[in-house]
């Protein structure tokens, strides 16, 4: 009973993983895991995840023998949308560009503000990134962010925010560090309150929280809580008890997440996970704020030595010969980057 209640919590795991496809790590349940997790759960699970397959268009297909997510590392860019009822499209609210490392069982996750200036990839314009995927799906996002980073992404994933609502409404609520209360009253925004130090929030306060626009740090600070609320969910999904609940996370899951890895890709990265402890490192692009343009808008412009760093770090992570002692984030020594856990750099 006590392994069949571990492979269950690693189902509801796998659905955060659907989130953000590197919080599998928080399962290092052994070899006997994921022999389990192959036997009886990975098809059902494939098959409930069918319909979050979707290509990129503009990219050319898997040759006959795709490469293996599992055996070297690979990008990904994560991409939370903000999609109102009623929106085709909406806008890359998060975009976090993501270097999984399979064999090491570390992961890299670079957080992009959402109104950093940037080209925007077939509109032949400099515009705020967050109006890349509104302007043109994720192919342009992916192809704006390349650009910026300078560096290959590999794979995407897209998942609506208003799905949350519905999954953290599942779970029960999730924790949040509110020690304020939060109001948002600005003529030119949605109008709402957050209350201070309660021990669970809703789903609709929980995307309040992520929408939240009218503190000083501007659009850095909302890259934080984007970060903070995504962490939560996923420490909330893996820690839940509520078994009977794995197959409504799944469908909201799945009803919300797009990606161009195939189910059978996402079950492997599960298996993997299963049996490899993974370690967070967490950074933003740093930057400036300006207003700029005729309409005098305000973007996040990105320093240009942080970018290289940035790019520097790219390098040594998504090359396969790199040893795990030798990763690090911008600003750090990689002797400081071997302490396992989540680590995190801010402006």
Aim: charged share 25%; proline share 5%; with cysteine.
């Amino acid at each position: 009973m006590k392994k069949r209640r571990k492979l269950l919590i690693a189902v509801a795991g796998l659905a955060a993983v659907l989130l953000i496809v590197s919080c599998v790590g928080y399962f290092n349940r052994g070899a006997l895991a994921a022999w389990g997790f192959d036997a009886f759960l990975s098809d059902k699970i494939e098959n409930k995840l069918a319909d979050t397959y979707q290509p990129l268009a503009d990219r050319p297909q898997e040759s006959e023998e795709p490469v293996k997510v599992v055996e070297e590392p690979f990008s990904m860019l994560l991409m939370g949308v903000d999609a109102r009822p009623g929106q085709k499209a909406g806008r890359s609210d998060t975009l976090i560009y993501t270097i999984i490392r399979p064999k090491d069982g570390n992961a890299l996750m670079v957080s992009i503000p959402r109104d950093t200036y940037a080209d925007i990839v077939g509109k032949n314009k400099k515009d705020k990134i967050t109006h890349a995927y509104a302007f043109g799906g994720p192919e342009m996002a992916v192809n704006s962010v390349e650009k910026l980073l300078d560096a290959p992404i590999n794979h995407y994933a897209s998942i609506n925010f208003e799905g949350f609502v519905s999954m953290v409404d599942t779970l029960g609520g999730i924790p949040l560090p509110i020690t304020e209360d939060i109001v948002n009253k600005g003529a030119d925004h949605e109008k709402f309150t957050i209350k201070a130090n309660k021990d669970l929030y809703t789903g609709e306060e929980a995307l309040d929280y992520v929408r939240y626009r009218e503190d000083a740090g501007g659009d850095v600070s909302r890259t934080e809580r984007n970060r903070v609320f995504l962490e939560s969910l996923m420490h909330t999904a893996t820690s839940m008890k509520q078994w009977n609940e794995i197959p409504e996370l799944l469908s909201i899951v799945g009803d919300n997440f797009r990606t161009d890895l195939m189910p059978s890709d996402l079950t492997d990265l599960a298996k993997q996970f299963l049996q490899t402890e993974l370690h967070i490192r967490s950074y933003t692009l740093h930057g400036t704020g300006a207003r700029m343009g005729k309409q005098n808008l305000w973007y996040f412009v990105a320093d240009e030595k942080d970018l290289a760093d940035v790019q520097r770090t790219i390098d040594a992570w998504l090359d396969p010969a790199t040893p795990a002692s030798e990763l690090a984030i911008p600003g750090e020594e990689p002797a400081a980057a071997g302490a396992s856990g989540t680590a995190t750099a801010t402006p």
